[in-house]
């Protein structure tokens, strides 16, 4: 059996284990990081890319920006079309400056993944049954398997930053642990293509035909999405279906100057809001979407894995910089206060802007429901002081000092 040893042992290479070990470094925390796959697999994720500016702060804190302040590009604001009309929702002018990047997570990650190999920081790539032990005692270890051999990590802490279907959630005993869950009745069918943006900023739409969204990657590289019925299969839909759909649900003016052409990637993702309580058990901290899972909707999936990180990044810092243990206890109150203002938001924008057939969890008729949503989306798109909450949420509210 070989022993490493390291003070915080990083299970995961997306973007939560690979920020975290950026940040930590910087510290001069020495971490190690276990990931199952292979780095181009990691790479080959295609996730949201709308980046609050506590996000972008903590990478250009990692050192790790220069990419995401040339490559990305600064949204000041985003529209929600709804109704037979669009809503241009002012980012910075109702926030007072604040904005947010458009910057893809696979570049986000690509930029950690270098920049981790270029300080010379190790993360075990395809390591094969990884098990978290003695949690709850001093000397906590993960053990795992790598080309063959068996390896004993022992550290002082463990960041599980794992996912959603990784083992460091299930290292909580069932009985300590309470997990929130709402499964949407439909996903979103996403489609990837080399044709320019139909817009300069994002569009959520909420159509008689159910939910779109027209985003991007860059000034040539669209991201589209499409609500579709949990039944269908990314077979059913070829790429004709999908831009003749699209033109239906996007408002009138931007359907006809829509670019179409072949899609280089396109998938069907459920949508879940997810949280697990508490996020921490013992030396054991669950970070990103080991902890929670939001849908889509509010852009709040990456946004959250790095509030994350901030608190523990903060903990871990006066730990091992200031010898101060008080503020372990502090990790999961602090990072789930803000994960909730995150599930709220991504739940209340995916009710609005979507079509509930006959499932609705709120006990009552689907038209019924759909007329509260009339209403909540009357009231906050209509008012500046609605479209205020909106872009509030949308930016971020603020990192808390742990
Ligand atoms: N051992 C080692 N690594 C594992 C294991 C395991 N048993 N199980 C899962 N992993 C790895 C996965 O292969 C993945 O690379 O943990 C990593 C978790 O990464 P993500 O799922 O991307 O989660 P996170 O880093 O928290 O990033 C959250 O990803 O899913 C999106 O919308 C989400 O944008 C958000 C971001
Ligand atoms: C994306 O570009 O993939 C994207 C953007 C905003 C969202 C969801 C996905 O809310």
């Not at 390291?6 to 925390?29: E, H, N, R, Y």
């Not at 190690?32 to 292979?38: A, C, D, P, Q, S």
């Not at 109702?94 to 950690?112: A, K, P, S």
């Not at 463990?158 to 996903?187: L, M, N, W």
Request: hydrophobic share 35%; glycine share 8%.
């Amino acid at each position: 059996m070989n022993t490493i040893d390291t003070q915080v042992a990083i299970i995961g290479a997306g973007p939560s284990g690979l920020l975290l070990g950026q940040l930590l470094d910087k510290q001069g925390i020495s971490n190690v990081i276990l990931e199952r796959v292979t780095g181009d697999y990691v790479l080959g994720r295609i996730r949201a890319g709308i980046l609050e500016q506590g996000f972008a702060d903590l990478v250009r804190e990692a050192g790790v920006a220069e990419r995401m302040d040339t490559e990305g590009e600064i949204h000041e604001g985003v529209e929600i079309a709804a109704d037979g009309e669009r809503f241009h929702i002012d980012l910075k002018g109702l926030t007072d400056g604040d904005v947010v990047i458009c910057y893809g997570q696979t570049e986000i990650t690509r930029d950690l993944m270098d920049a981790r190999a270029e300080a010379g920081l190790k993360t075990y790539y395809e390591a094969t049954d990884v098990e978290l032990h003695n949690v709850t005692e001093e000397n906590p270890s993960v053990t795992f398997g790598y080309q063959g051999e068996q390896y004993t990590l022992n550290c002082d802490y463990i960041a599980g930053c794992d996912g959603f279907y990784g083992p460091s959630r299930q290292t909580i005993p069932a009985d300590k642990r309470t997990e929130h869950e709402r499964v949407y009745p439909f996903g979103w069918l996403g489609l990837l293509s080399d044709t320019p943006p139909v817009s300069e900023e994002l569009i959520y739409c909420k159509s008689e035909s159910g939910f779109a969204l027209a985003s991007r990657r860059s000034a040539t590289r669209s991201r589209y999405y499409l609500q579709v019925p949990l039944t269908v299969t990314v077979d059913d839909w070829s790429d004709d279906d999908f831009w003749e759909e699209l033109k239906r649900r996007l408002p009138a003016d931007a359907a006809a100057s829509l670019v179409t052409g072949p899609s280089i990637e396109k998938s069907i993702a459920p949508l879940r809001s997810f949280v697990c309580e508490p996020m921490q058990y013992g030396k054991l901290f669950l970070v990103g979407d080991a902890a929670h899972i939001v849908p889509p909707t509010g852009a709040k999936g990456l946004n959250l894995a790095a509030s994350d990180v901030a608190a523990l990044y903060q903990i871990m810092t006066r730990i091992y910089q200031e010898n101060d243990t008080d503020c372990i206890s502090r990790y999961s109150e602090v990072a789930l206060r803000r994960v909730w203002h995150g599930e709220r938001f991504s739940w209340w924008m995916s009710n609005m802007l979507h079509n509930f057939g006959d499932e609705v969890a709120t006990g009552m008729q689907s038209e019924t429901f759909a007329r509260f949503m009339d209403s909540e989306r009357d009231y906050y798109l209509r008012s500046e002081e609605g479209r205020k909450v909106i872009a509030r949420q949308y930016v971020g509210l603020p990192y808390e000092e742990v």
